[in-house]
């Protein structure tokens, strides 16, 4: 038997004997106060009942070795603690790694045997991150990390990834998916913002009320597409423009996994080079009313994230822009697309704009633009604001370039915050309002839909109550054809605008025949299933 205590210097405190005793299996057992300025080995088991000070490392030899003391004393200050020996200083326990291992933990198990046991880990894990797990040794169980506040349970952490706050933690969160991710709470979730997240209306591209899914064809006019996004080009019929909810493109398993059922659909019509001046796009006019909260202009301008999905024939680096309704302020965008044929999720942060004129009223405050295709005039460089009316990034790829390119998105996004969450889905009626304040629009069919009046003989007036109070009074109406309705039985031969406000418009029926009676009431309706009237002018 050998038990051996090392070390540089022993001294008793006040000349008292130290009491060392050694037991027959090598134990240690200081009774007073101990100062060691060297290094301590024991192989056996050392019990201080005074102080014991180490003034360098304290190497514990064998496995399984343990600090043994009263730590769960009834008296909180008997209590052995951790401690600094600098007056007034604060205390910090670490725990390092050694050598070049970058990752280190603190854990604790629900068992005195850790083998087989819960445990929670405070740990790094090299420069990736820091966690706060719920894991196991061996064939342990793997428990919810719950919050405490107050004494009482506040916010539970599941095991399939669903967090429960307040008095929901006493219920069950759905369990059927690692990861799911769902919250469930007794009280208000408030996000960062209590708006709408997302500021773009029909992101996920599935209204469309004016085309009903046809092809449109981009000309040198902002020509709408689905209900919200217009397409504009310097030089007509450069590409087409479809609301398209086919899964035949390559990939497609990807954008419904995603929970995109439509996409909008750019298809370049030849191989045009782009000039200095040239712009080709697809855009959306935010409307001020909706992003008064930003404060652009403003010292607190907020941050945002713009977000979508993409897909193009064409790899490369793309570009985009964020912009006011004065032309006169923007922030290009690039991102990449490095494979063809692909859905690629895209997340760019913005720094909010604090210069310039950003609307607030009813006018457009914030413009999105997708580049395809811009000369020098239109193009700049990314990552800043500035006193410019660029559209794209410098070098974007120019899909017209291409004959037959395309170039999808779906899933467009732009919310307040420096990081992007996931796409804010809709009640599709809820969505269909949002786009009729700026597109009302009838879908008629070979029906009667109003109770009109007799102007004249041959004229008629019936009012049409809007779905929703338009954004401004419209300034036209684009109708199925003249012949497509009839007035008081009879077939029209022509259907315009009479007058127009924000709840409603009314609209004009001239008829081929004097056969009406002035002053007295007639149905108007539809002769087909085709059918439709809509007011124009209410778009930004």
């Known amino acids: 038997m050998v038990a051996k205590l090392v070390c540089d210097t022993l001294v008793a405190s006040g000349g008292t004997p130290n009491n060392l005793t ?41 496995t399984g070795a343990r600090f043994l003391a009263d730590f769960s004393n009834a008296t909180v200050t008997n209590r052995p603690s ?16 050694n050598g070049s291992s970058t990752a280190a933990s603190w854990q604790a198990t629900n068992n005195a045997d850790p ?68 919250i469930s709470t007794s009280g208000t979730l408030v996000m960062g913002s209590s708006f709408k997240r997302n500021r773009i209306i029909n992101g996920n591209m599935a209204v469309d009320q004016r085309n009903a899914g046809a092809s449109v064809t981009q000309s040198t006019t902002n020509v709408y597409t689905v209900d ?48 200095a001046s040239d712009l080709f796009q697809i855009a959306q006019r935010i409307e001020g009313l909706n992003t008064a909260d930003l404060a652009w202009g403003t010292s607190g301008a907020k941050s945002v994230t713009v977000s979508f999905w993409v897909y193009s ?5 793309f570009g985009g822009s964020l912009g006011n309704g004065s032309n006169n302020r923007s922030y290009a965008f690039s991102y990449s697309i490095p494979v063809a044929n692909t859905w690629t999720y895209i997340s760019i942060p ?46 974007a790829v120019s899909v017209v370039g291409t004959n037959a390119a395309t170039w999808y998105v779906t899933g467009v996004q732009l919310e307040v915050g420096s990081v992007a969450t996931p796409y804010e889905r809709q009640i599709y009626s809820d969505q ?85 009676t002035v002053g007295s009431s007639y149905l108007a309706g539809g002769r087909s299933g085709t059918s439709y009237i809509y007011f124009t002018g209410c778009e930004l």
């Open 22 to 62: 050694f037991d027959a299996s090598g134990n240690v057992t200081v009774g007073n106060n101990l100062t060691v300025s060297g290094t301590t080995t024991q192989t056996g088991a050392t019990t201080f009942t005074g102080a014991a000070t180490f003034s360098s490392n304290i190497t514990m030899s064998g």
């Open 313 to 317: 024939s064409l790899t490369g680096t």
């Open 432 to 516: 269909l309002a949002q786009c009729q304040r700026y597109l009302p629009y009838f879908n008629i069919q070979a029906a009667n839909f109003a109770v009109g009046t007799a102007f004249l003989t041959t004229l008629g007036f019936a009012s049409l109550q809007y779905p929703v109070p338009v954004r401004t009074a419209p300034s036209g109406i684009v109708t199925s054809g003249n012949t497509d309705f009839n007035f008081g039985g009879v077939v029209t031969t022509n259907v315009s605008l009479n007058t127009g406000g924000q709840t409603s418009g009314v609209v004009g029926f001239t008829i081929g025949s004097a056969s009406l």
């Open 228 to 275: 919200r996004w217009f397409c504009y080009g310097t030089v007509a019929s450069k590409f087409t423009v479809q609301q398209t909810p086919s899964t035949t493109e390559t990939g497609y398993a990807t954008r419904l996994a995603a929970g995109f059922t439509n996409y909008l659909a750019i298809t370049s019509s030849s191989s045009y080079s782009v000039g």
């Open 350 to 395: 913005i720094a909010g704009d604090t210069a310039g004129t950003w609307t607030t009223n009813n006018t457009t405050s914030i413009y999105i633009s997708y580049g395809l295709g811009a000369g020098s005039t239109y193009s700049g460089a990314t990552g800043s604001w500035g006193a410019t009316n660029y559209q794209t990034a410098t070098g």
């Open 82 to 97: 951790f401690q600094t020996s600098t007056t007034n200083g604060s205390t910090g326990i670490y725990a390092l790694p």
């Open 115 to 182: 083998t087989n046991a819960s445990k929670i880990l405070i740990a790094t894990n090299a420069s990736t991150d820091v966690q706060l797990v719920s894991g196991i040794n061996g064939t342990g169980t793997y428990l919810p990390l719950s919050f405490y506040t107050s004494g009482v349970a506040n916010a539970r952490l599941d095991t399939y990834g669903s967090l429960l706050l307040g008095t929901a933690i006493s219920g069950t969160a759905p369990t059927t998916t690692t990861g799911l991710g769902t």
